[in-house]
Nanobody, 121 residues
């Protein structure tokens, strides 16, 4: 069974940093279009950053210059380094893979369970 597990969330003061991790497991051969989304209370889930099909990285305007997306393909893990955090970054952060190829076939639109990030002013 394919799973994506986020970690690294927590409570931080404004201006601080956190590093989120998303580890995928379950007989994985490859992961396509891997990214991070977030959902604040009362708001819709929004894209934070993701790797595109071509390998380019896309960031939401609100996080450009502050957040950095990276991945370790050997570990099937993606990271989101978040610096200069602001109270408006407070949300549940989710990782997502549009397509995961496994030994038992592909899986589509796979989500993790989310990790809470709270930034105090």
């Amino acid at each position: 069974q394919v799973q994506m597990v986020e970690s690294g969330g927590g409570l931080v003061q404004a201006g601080g940093s956190l590093r989120l991790s998303c580890a995928a497991s379950g007989g994985i051969l490859s992961i396509n279009v891997l990214g991070w989304y977030r959902q604040a209370p009362g708001k819709q889930r929004e894209l934070v950053a993701r790797f595109s099909h071509g390998g380019d990285t896309t960031y939401a305007d609100s996080v450009k210059g502050r957040f950095t997306l990276s991945r370790d393909n050997a570990k099937n893990t993606a990271y989101l380094q978040m610096n200069s955090l602001k109270p408006e970054d407070t949300a549940v952060y989710y990782c997502n893979a549009e397509r995961i190829v496994t030994h038992n076939g592909p899986r589509f639109n796979v989500w993790g369970q989310g990790t809470q990030v709270t930034v105090s002013s």
